[in-house]
């Protein structure tokens, strides 16, 4: 049984999304704010965490900045319709997804099995490969075997969709791709509004891998067309 860290002040909205996820066979820990989401972590083994981002205390934005000091694991952030920046923000500083409240739960079901799904393929649930796959260009190196990534033998850390993103472009280095060819490969959906998701992913992988973000030696953009990996 895998288990969801639901945090959100609003206590009905946690316990409608307790019975759904529940009823998917998913085990659902509670937290009310931040602070109180951070120590159930510490004590518990979660495989994904949703988190609510306008909350008194210790808010979903700074949250998620904190877990992703020391996890990767799946998160999905909370927005009114009014919050478009904090989503942006959200996804910026490392949260995986998002969904708009009023949300329809089986939406919410489905992207957290997605995301679950994502994660359990990239090898975070100690699942590893007998042959190794590597993939160079220059100094940037994936290891698809233990899912690492090294530019100049320097370990990076990117969330699941990060490294998702980065492999794609890497194993395809010098194609082009478009944003919704990234979005519908990536995500598995159609490509519907999905350029500012895709861009916030590109230019938090930017500021991973590069020395200058603004002047990239490896994750270009080829203006009116999508990104490519320049082969080195």
């Known amino acids: 049984m895998q288990n969801i860290l639901v945090c959100d002040d609003d206590k009905e909205i946690v316990d409608a999304i307790?019975?759904?996820l529940s009823s998917e066979g998913f085990h659902v820990i509670k937290a009310y704010d931040g602070y109180e989401a951070l120590d159930l972590l510490e004590e518990n083994e979660v495989d994904l965490m949703i988190v609510d981002v306008?909350?008194?205390?210790l808010d979903?934005?700074?949250?998620t900045r904190k877990v992703r000091e020391t996890s990767s694991i799946p998160i999905i952030i909370l927005s009114a319709k009014s919050e478009d920046n904090d989503k942006i923000l959200g996804l910026n500083i490392g949260a995986d997804d998002y969904i708009t409240k009023p949300f329809n739960p089986l939406e919410l079901v489905a992207r957290v099995k997605s995301q679950l799904r994502r994660y359990t393929l990239l090898g975070n649930i100690n699942q590893q490969q007998e042959n190794e796959h590597i993939f160079k260009c220059g100094g940037l190196q994936i290891n698809d075997d233990n899912k690492e990534v090294t530019v100049?033998?320097?370990?990076?850390k990117l969330t699941p969709i990060e490294y998702n993103i980065l492999l794609l472009l890497v194993r395809n280095a010098g194609k082009v791709f478009s944003i919704d060819e990234i979005y519908e490969q990536i995500w598995n959906e159609e490509a519907i509004g999905a350029d500012n998701t895709v861009a916030v992913h590109i230019r938090h992988i930017r500021e991973k891998i590069e020395i200058n973000p603004r002047e990239p030696r490896y994750l270009k953009v080829v203006w009116g067309v999508g990104y490519k990996i320049e082969k080195q």
């Open 152 to 156: 100049d033998d320097e370990l990076i």
């Open 60 to 63: 979903g934005i700074h949250t």
């Open 18 to 20: 307790d019975i759904y």
């Open 54 to 57: 306008m909350m008194p205390g």
